[in-house]
């Protein structure tokens, strides 16, 4: 199992730029999710640690050695497909075995860690069997033999679940998990479902527009975004944004908000007058009757033990998350009292976040 | 594709009515027999006499006799009935055959050199250009070539003209590199026309092959040639087959440049067929005899092939 370091990497694919400048450390024995919408350069980024495409600049090391320009043969990593890419001409056994026939490793050898392997993920019954006619989610597991039976140094996949249905991704998440945690593998996942990042990631890395937005654990991602697009992207519904144009001072712990005074984490830093946006997520708004930002309730959505009701204020319209024994009526004036402790600041302009007491030491990607 | 399962109803848009798959039946078996009667009548023609060949109107039967496959394979001279009444009794039936009508066998004919050389040329040439296609197509189809479409044009360009127009300067060519009338001559002549044919067909067929499966051969530690053998070719086996069969079927059949290029050695059985003189003309049984052989290993090819032949031609041959 290994370290990967990237370092600088950039890729230009003619006039395109797929991936600028990302720099990261994945330490041994990581799950580590790129999450993205997709042309964000996650994949482009998989590829490159995965040596299917040489970087235009940058470096690569896995372990401390660079492989930036290494063959994909030498990098000694697995690499599991969004469609598996399981060989058709061959069975359950011989795709599973496939990477050892290249070692030159003997017949009796590969069918042994063929059938431990196959045992690990509880399908050795299918071993015989067509590629071709198994179900979606058997043939993730092939291909997930495929990449483990060589015992890799780290294993890529893009997208692996991509292409199973809901119910079954649910499921494969938690067995991909668990199989990371038994292997103890350095993974590396490319998704675009936030859900499957945070559910299954120590650490996520939110890529936009070939730039990584954001690096952290799934609670640093989702309550202390590094920026609008992290904090939009991340949340179902996402972070409501209010804009308003307001300097700040060190040390103020509100914002004038157009004629209300905000409550917000303590400022830490001076600003000049700009246009600034208030991030607040559903779950940190409640109704109260005397609070000064005021709205018309538009619509609400039942969700089971919650709902989403969304107001328009002003300022904009706001989802917030309620429990589903609040009464709310279409149409009635609403007053809303934020959760000040969870309040986020972005500057429009860059869609960075302003540093708060709730920040921390978010770092800017 | 996949396969209607649901049972014909009067108005299922999917499945055709009873009556349209009667008509369309029709249709296919009236092909069929306009196709294969041409076929056959060759195939009667051989086992006709020579004058029962000839007759007007067509004899469609007639006493079967198998002079037409003596004569293709023998060379004879005409003797007085005295002189063949003298010779020792025929030792073989062919013998007796030939002796019947006032003659005796000189010698064997050309016919097996000429088909040998056939052989040997029409399917030397079309593993040169199958083999030379898939190298080309697959790396059209992998890596960015500059001027990757242009190349292509090129390459199909040479299909353009017929190939009367470039007879003249390949033969001088020819002449010059001492290629007329050789077999390797002939193998380099058809390669190049159908290699531009095998690049075009199979770099349909591999684009269609996803290129995560040699990737994932690639980080699995094969080198890319590796990959190429144990992941894409099997895999385009079909396209393969395919495209060999259209590149035989070519130089098989080809006859402009094996009358220009080739006289003696190296002559193919095209032009060697219409020359099968007999005595006083056209020896048309002989022709016909030559014409059913010439036909027999271009019809077991694509037997042997045709599995993937009909997957092939609706396959990789559609461009999307």
Redesign the interface.
């Known amino acids: 199992m290994a370290q990967i370091r990237v370092e600088n990497l950039r890729k230009s694919f003619d006039q395109f730029t797929a991936v600028e400048g990302s720099n990261f450390t994945i330490d041994d024995g990581t799950f580590f999710a790129m999450l993205g919408p997709s042309g964000c350069g996650k994949t482009t980024t998989l590829r490159m640690i995965a040596g299917l495409e040489l970087p235009t600049e940058g470096k690569i090391l896995l372990d401390g050695e660079d492989v930036t320009f290494d063959r994909a043969s030498a990098r000694d990593i697995a690499f599991v497909f969004q469609l598996f890419a399981l060989y058709p001409h061959m069975n359950v056994a011989g795709n599973i075995g496939f990477p050892l026939k290249c070692q030159g490793m003997g017949r009796g050898e590969i069918r042994q860690r063929v059938e431990e392997t196959a045992r690990l993920l509880r399908i050795e019954h299918l071993l015989s069997s067509k590629t071709s006619k198994l179900s979606g989610g058997d043939r993730q597991r092939v291909a997930l033999g495929r990449a483990m039976v060589r015992r890799p140094k780290a294993f890529l996949m893009d997208e692996p679940l991509g292409a199973l249905d809901a119910e079954f991704r649910h499921l494969m998440c938690g067995e991909l998990r668990d199989l990371h945690d038994r292997i103890g593998a350095t993974t590396v996942y490319v998704t675009h479902d936030q859900l499957e990042a945070m559910s299954m990631a120590d650490q996520i890395a939110v890529m936009n527009k070939g730039r990584v937005e954001q690096i952290g654990s799934p609670q640093e991602v989702y309550d202390r975004p590094a920026s609008m697009f992290v904090a939009d992207f991340i949340g179902s519904p996402p972070m409501n944004f209010l804009q308003f144009d307001s300097g700040l001072r060190s040390g103020d712990r509100a914002v004038a908000f157009h004629s209300v005074s905000v409550e917000v984490p303590e400022i830490r830093e001076d600003r000049a007058s700009a246009p600034l946006a208030l991030g607040i997520r559903p779950e940190h708004i409640r109704f109260a009757d005397e609070a000064p930002v005021r709205g018309e309730v538009f619509g609400a959505e039942y969700l089971g033990t919650t709902q989403i009701v969304t107001v328009d204020t002003p300022h904009g319209r706001l989802a917030a998350r309620l429990p589903s024994s609040a009464s709310v009526r279409i149409g009635e004036t609403v007053g809303l009292e934020f959760h000040s402790e969870r309040l986020a600041l972005f500057d429009v302009a860059s869609g960075l976040a302003v540093r708060t007491a709730n920040e921390g030491s978010v770092r800017h990607g | 594709m996949t396969a209607v399962l649901t049972k014909s109803t009067a108005h299922s848009i999917v499945e055709a009515s009873p009556r349209a798959k009667t008509v369309a039946g029709g249709l296919v078996i009236l092909y069929a027999v306009i196709t294969i009667l041409p076929l056959l009548w060759i195939v009667a023609t051989a086992f006709k006499s020579q004058s029962d060949a000839i007759a007007y109107p067509p004899k469609v039967i007639f006493q079967p006799t198998l002079e037409g496959y003596v004569n293709l394979f023998t060379v004879r001279t005409r003797q007085t009935p005295d002189f063949i009444a003298k010779l020792p009794p025929p030792e073989t039936w062919y013998d007796k055959l030939v002796r019947q009508r006032d003659m005796v066998i000189a010698g064997p004919s050309k016919v097996v050199p000429r088909f040998v050389n056939s052989l040997i040329i029409g399917f030397g040439s079309t593993f040169l250009a199958v083999f030379l296609g898939t190298l080309a197509a697959y790396a059209f189809s992998r890596f960015r070539i500059p001027l990757a479409d242009d190349l292509l044009f090129f390459i199909l360009s040479t299909r353009m003209m017929p190939p009367v127009a470039v007879a003249i300067p390949i033969y001088l060519m020819y002449r010059q590199l001492n290629l007329t009338d050789t077999r390797l001559g002939m193998i380099l002549l058809y390669t190049a026309v159908n290699v531009s044919l095998a690049v075009w067909l199979l770099k349909g067929f591999i684009d269609e092959i996803?290129r995560?499966?040699e990737?994932?051969?690639?980080?699995?530690?094969?080198?890319r040639l590796?990959a190429l053998r144990k992941?894409v070719l099997?895999?385009a086996v079909t396209g393969i087959a395919a495209t060999a069969i259209f590149c035989l079927i070519f130089s098989w059949n080809e006859y402009a440049f094996a009358v220009l290029l080739t006289s003696g050695e190296a002559q193919t059985m095209p032009p060697f067929i219409p020359f099968i003189i007999g005595e006083g003309g056209q020896d048309w049984p002989a022709v016909a005899a030559a014409t059913t052989l010439f036909v027999v290993p271009i019809v077991l090819f694509t037997v042997l092939l045709r599995k993937h032949l009909l997957r092939g031609i609706t396959f990789g041959a559609v461009r999307k």
Request: charged share 20%; no cysteine.
């Open positions: 996803p995560e499966y990737e994932a051969a690639l980080v699995d530690g094969y080198t590796q992941v099997p895999q």
